[in-house]
């Protein structure tokens, strides 16, 4: 089983929230990880009887402030040991585009905190902001954009999405 951290870039005003991208290589506050629920997942993966757990990271990026531990990872693993599941750090070099292969399986669940190209979500929708906004092009949730391509024209600042 597979999972991937996403986080996302957005702009704020008026009580009013607008996307202006999604990131895999997103970074966890050590003070925020504190406030995360991690008894449902757990929860999923004893129900699912996961005895692995993979956690791929990039360094420098994963984590901040830099000058403490991982605070995320560090409960991660606490988890793992209090559910009898094992527990294995995959650290990426930082820049790197893809990640550590893992052979999935049954009892397995690879959580990534990555960038990795050969991932979908992040080589057609991180790596590309066209291609996320193309995606939430009727939603109210992105911020006006305009965009010309050869295969595609994106207006919304009219309110008008024309194809080529």
Same mark, same amino acid.
Request: glycine share 2%; aromatic share 14%; net charge negative.
């Given at each position: 089983m597979k999972a991937t951290i996403i986080g996302s870039d957005?702009?704020?005003?008026?009580?009013?929230? $607008?996307?202006?991208?999604?990131?895999?290589?997103?970074?966890? %506050?050590? +003070?925020?990880?504190?406030?995360? +629920? %991690?008894?449902?997942?757990?929860?999923?993966? &004893?129900? &699912?009887?996961?005895?692995?757990?993979?956690?791929?990271?990039?360094?420098?990026d994963a984590y901040s402030?830099? &000058?403490?531990?991982?605070?995320?990872?560090?409960?991660?693993?606490? $988890?793992? +040991?209090?559910?009898?599941?094992? %527990?294995?750090d995959h650290i990426v070099p930082m820049n790197s585009v893809t990640v550590p292969f893992i052979e999935d399986a049954n009892n397995k669940f690879i959580l990534r905190q990555s960038f990795d190209t050969t991932a979908l979500v992040d080589e057609t929708y991180c790596a590309d902001k066209f291609e996320f906004f193309n995606l939430m092009k009727d939603s109210q949730y992105i911020p006006k954009t305009h965009y010309t391509s050869d295969t595609l024209n994106l207006n919304t600042l009219d309110g008008k999405i024309r194809q080529r």
């Open positions: 957005f702009l704020q005003k008026d009580g009013s929230v $607008k996307f202006l991208e999604i990131n895999t290589n997103t970074t966890i %506050y050590n +003070e925020g990880a504190d406030l995360l +629920e %991690y008894d449902t997942l757990f929860n999923m993966l &004893n129900v &699912n009887n996961i005895t692995e757990f993979h956690y791929i990271w990039t360094e420098n402030p830099l &000058n403490q531990a991982h605070r995320f990872a560090q409960i991660l693993k606490t $988890k793992c +040991e209090e559910n009898n599941i094992s %527990y294995t």
